[in-house]
T-cell receptor, first 117, second 113 residues
Framework: DAGITQSPRHKVTETGTPVTLRCHQT?????MYWYRQDPGHGLRLIHY???????DKGEVSDGYSVSRSKTEDFLLTLESATSSQTSVYFC????????????????FGEGSWLTVV | DQQVKQNSPSLSVQEGRISILNCDYT??????FLWYKKYPAEGPTFLIS?????DKNEDGRFTVFLNKSAKHLSLHIVPSQPGDSAVYFC????????????FGSGTKLNVKP
């Protein structure tokens, strides 16, 4: 198993409150990602990081922000949670694609279930 | 607009038969394709992949076929086993472009004993 830890694994929060999900990796991989999984939509990229302090938006970034101050940690923040952000959130990692076969593979954490009521 | 599409949300197959899962993509720049399997309450796990320079890759019971002209790939599972019951996601990537992986919406495979 890839060394990816997500916390919290389950959270229920109220609309309008800020929420931060944490992803911690022990693989020293360059790339880190946050995806959300929803029925009928599969896995959609929220934000990703290609290095410390280097992040960019994915397909569904509205309402989310991220930070990566260390190689091993990638934080996803919902500034003001809404019911539409109820979802399962997956952190993922990959190595650099350049010259690395394993860089062509992305590894997922076990998911964080977020319910916004 | 989704760049990777799986148009069949579900598939039911008898144990021992072949399972064929399909995936279409729109971005001709994709040069690497992957299949992931996901069980409930777990993260997706890598299954098999194929480079755009190939049209077939085989790993045990799993074979992935790529038809670049049709922008279509498929995953064949032969023979299917009840333990294969899971959601299967196809994914595509443009390598050297920040490793952005694009996923389809998934196909839920049910293999009946």
């Amino acid at each position: 198993d890839a060394g990816i830890t997500q916390s919290p694994r389950h959270k229920v929060t109220e609309t309008g409150t800020p929420v931060t999900l944490r992803c911690h990796q022990t693989e020293n991989h360059r790339y880190m990602y946050w995806y959300r999984q929803d029925p009928g939509h599969g896995l959609r990229l929220i934000h990703y990081s290609y290095g410390v302090k280097d992040t960019d938006k994915g397909e569904v970034s509205d309402g989310y922000s991220v930070s990566r101050s260390k190689t091993e940690d990638f934080l996803l923040t919902l500034e003001s949670a809404t019911s539409s952000q109820t979802s399962v959130y997956f952190c993922a990692i990959s190595e650099s694609a350049t010259g690395s076969v394993s860089g062509n593979t992305i590894y997922f954490g076990e998911g964080s279930w977020l319910t916004v009521v | 607009d989704q760049q990777v599409k799986q148009n069949s949300p579900s598939l039911s197959v008898q144990e021992g038969r072949i399972s064929i899962l399909n995936c279409d993509y729109t971005n001709s720049m994709f040069d690497y394709f992957l299949w992931y399997k996901k069980y409930p309450a777990e993260g997706p796990t890598f299954l098999i992949s194929i480079s755009s320079i190939k049209d077939k890759n085989e790993d045990g019971r799993f074979t992935v076929f790529l038809n670049k002209s049709a922008k279509h790939l498929s995953l064949h599972i032969v023979p299917s086993q009840p333990g294969d019951s899971a959601v299967y996601f196809c994914a595509a990537i443009v390598r050297y472009n920040f490793n952005k992986f694009y996923f389809g919406s998934g196909t839920k495979l049910n293999v009946k004993p």
